[in-house]
């Protein structure tokens, strides 16, 4: 009994810190709930988000806004081609002490923060994409013979912007298997657009209070994953990943016809971590297939690899996504 | 009877209702074809798998006192409400006891029509006293057939003097086609054993029949359909004769014939109704080899004086036109004396092959010069299609 009381307090505490964040961020953010929700849940997660969206749809303010409710220490890396690896890990410069002689210090770069904004990570050169690798996976730099741990909880929090393709170096796909989610940044409704503009155009308080510090996200994270799935569900979210091989049993039509590669098991991690968060989010104590298909694109879009055809037909993968979404049976 | 019909029937719903109160596996499907009409969201399905854990952390265990909670609160009746059909269900019950009323308490009933009745009482009477129409048809088959021999055996084949038909010929083949078991012909040996001459053993008197009726079949004044008849009773005969001979005697004549390729293939029946008894295998032993042909009997085989022939089995010897044993030891032992005498070298193809194999071939690889490019006979490549160009071009900025 008394566990279930415990329980039942951390779903509580969860959805409640969860529903705060949410309110928080939606002071200064409109119209973009389910990105907002599904930042957040990649937050929990202890996931990286890639945000694509045509400039001016509030991708860095969202990122601002997230680092300001969140209390944590926030650094803006703006992507540029001419950007070095040293510039975002930090480097190690020559001091001299106050008696004479000089020695090495690591100057820490600003992937030293919880929350790092990659702004139009798609702008740099390969090299110093791939600086990031290390810090997203294993949350630390390795600087020469020295490896850093950064501080937790971290997020990288990339924009990139899908029309302005020149002097761009598409992320490679390992890079973008890192991220948890990739989600798109729409253009607001019009009804949106009306409080955007009340907001912006008139001298109004938009600041946010930090509603939850680092140590209670730490704890929300924690509480995430203690949450059960049931197998016929977790072998639900698995034929998802799986269906996106054009060689499985489980592919559509789509698939076969214009993927060249599925997904990777990450998105199979992904999708059952961020499905546990949903369904906390919603005060239950398991998760459904409805949790899980609710989290299936922003998990499953960017971890498939089209084919010939599929660029040439400008196939998008969220219509393959939502095919395998339709046509999968859940049972 | 009625009362064993009640007891099987309370058995059976017994039966029914244990099998209704013990507990059931819910499966995976089914869980959630419920869940979803009770719409809880699947709780039930996912709580339903973590019932059938034997370990459940405290997660779990909320989970299912939570998911307990909500099937309490459900309203079951009202999703699943009970089929009603009053009517139906007495109407039922009042036709069943009806049915076991009737059963128990009312006499058997009498036919309406007296004709009837009196065919059958007199076929249950005979049925009673353990008679067969196959006995009835005993005496009358035993005049017909023998008559039927002795014209045939004293060359007028006219039974009585009088032409038989073959009508009436068919007819008699017939009824003896009814007698075809082997205790009935048995019976029918008997019958017609010469008055003080009947032996102990029942096949010796069949078997003399079956040879009476061979001889007969074998008179030349004997017309074909009667001949056909007379084969037709003697292999009939001589079946049940064999079949009526005791066990011991039967295990002998099949040992002997173990000598198979020299000897003969065992008696059989007709290539059309073979049995397994008239399977017999021959081994080739003389050629050193351990396999063996299955060959069944060809059609006349049952008098034992024809070879078994060269076929792929089922009597296969005359449709194929084969040869026979003969043929078959003279081209065995050819195959074998020509495959001892065929040496290395002698065979073009064997040598041939030998060459090949250890590096003797005249063939070898040689680097030829690299080939010059001739932009002149280059194959221009496909052109792209309008309506690809412009994706074919922007391939490598692949979009993200």
């Known amino acids: 009994m008394t566990t279930s009381i415990a329980v039942e307090q951390s779903i509580d505490q969860f959805r409640d810190r969860f529903l705060r964040i949410t309110e928080e961020v939606g002071r200064r953010i409109v119209g973009h709930e389910e990105v907002v929700n599904l930042t957040i849940t990649s937050l929990l997660a202890g996931g990286h988000v890639l945000l694509e969206g045509i400039p001016g749809v509030g991708k860095t303010s969202l990122v601002h806004t997230l680092a300001d409710v969140l209390h944590l220490t926030f650094s803006r890396i703006q992507f540029t081609p001419d950007l070095m690896p040293a510039d975002i890990v930090g480097t190690n410069i020559v001091q001299e002490h106050s008696h004479g002689g000089t020695f090495f210090e690591f100057q820490p770069g600003p992937i030293f923060a919880n929350v790092v904004l990659a702004d139009e990570i798609n702008r740099a050169t390969p090299k110093t994409q791939s600086a990031l690798l290390e810090a997203m996976q294993d949350v630390s730099v390795s600087v020469g013979k020295t490896t850093y741990r950064l501080e937790q909880p971290f997020l990288v929090l990339a924009t990139q912007n899908p029309l302005e393709m020149e002097g761009t170096y598409p992320l490679p796909e390992a890079q973008l298997d890192r991220f948890f989610f990739k989600l798109k940044v729409m253009y607001p409704s019009e009804e949106a657009m009306h409080q955007i503009i009340e907001r912006t155009t008139r001298d109004a308080d938009t600041t946010v209070t930090r509603v939850v510090d680092g140590p209670q996200l730490l704890e929300m994270r924690h509480i995430a994953r203690s949450v059960p799935i049931a197998r016929p569900v977790q072998a639900y979210a698995i034929r998802l990943a799986l269906g996106t091989h054009p060689a499985s049993p489980y592919a559509t039509p789509l698939v076969k016809k214009y993927v060249r590669y599925g997904a990777s098991p990450r998105a199979a991690q992904a999708i059952v971590l961020a499905a546990k968060i949903q369904a906390l989010n919603r005060g239950q104590a398991f998760v459904s297939i409805h949790d899980v298909r609710a989290v299936a694109l922003p998990a499953l879009r960017h971890r498939i690899l089209l084919n010939f055809e599929g660029e040439a037909d400008e196939t998008s993968t969220d219509t393959i996504v939502e095919e395998l979404l339709a046509g999968l049976s859940t049972e | ?400």
């Open chain 2, 1 to 400: 009877m009625p009362l064993a019909a009640l007891g099987a029937a309370a058995v059976i719903l017994l039966g029914r209702v244990f099998f209704a109160r013990r507990e059931h596996t819910v499966s995976d499907a089914v869980a959630a074809g419920i869940d979803e009409t009770a719409g809880l969201g699947g709780e039930l399905r996912s709580a339903s798998w973590f019932a059938s854990r034997d370990t459940r952390d405290s997660w779990a265990d909320y989970h299912l006192g939570r998911a307990a909670r909500r099937l309490g609160d459900a309203d079951w009746r009202a999703l699943y409400p009970p089929i009603r059909a009053p009517r139906a269900k007495a109407v039922t019950a009042v036709l069943a006891i009806s049915t076991v009323a009737l059963a128990m308490f009312l006499p058997g009933r009498e036919s309406l029509w007296p004709g009837a009745s009196a065919k059958a009482a007199a076929a249950n009477a005979i049925r009673a006293k353990g008679i067969t129409d196959a006995d009835l048809l005993l005496p009358e088959v035993q005049k017909e057939l023998e008559a039927l021999l002795a014209a045939a055996e004293n060359g007028t084949a006219m039974p009585g003097g009088t032409p038989m038909t073959a009508t009436e010929l068919r007819s008699l083949i017939n009824r003896l086609n009814a007698l075809r078991d082997a205790g009935r012909l048995k019976d029918l040996a008997r019958a017609m054993a010469p008055p003080g001459g009947g032996s102990e053993e029942p096949s010796k008197e069949m078997t003399a029949i079956a040879e009476r009726a061979q001889k007969a079949a074998q008179s030349p004044a004997v017309a074909p359909d009667v001949r056909d008849t007379l084969q037709k009773v003697a292999e009939d005969m001589s079946d049940a004769a064999r079949a009526s001979q005791p066990p011991n005697q039967n295990a002998s004549e099949t040992t002997s014939s173990k000598d198979g390729q020299k000897s003969d293939a065992a008696p059989g029946k007709k290539g059309g109704d073979v049995d397994e008894s008239s399977i017999t295998s021959i081994s080739e032993a003389e050629t050193g080899g351990g396999a063996g042909v299955i060959m069944m009997g060809a059609k006349d085989e049952a008098s034992g004086k024809s070879s078994p022939g060269i076929g792929m089995g089922g009597g296969s010897a005359a449709r194929t036109d084969g040869g026979r044993m003969a043929d078959l030891e003279a081209a065995l032992r050819r195959e074998t004396i020509e495959a001892n005498t065929d040496n290395g070298g002698q065979n073009v193809q064997t040598e041939a092959r030998r060459k090949t194999e250890h590096g003797q071939a005249t063939v070898t690889y040689a680097h030829s010069a690299a080939g010059t490019f001739d932009r002149g006979r280059a194959v221009a490549p496909p052109p792209v299609p309008e309506s690809r160009r412009a994706a074919v071009q922007t391939y490598f900025i692949r979009p993200q």
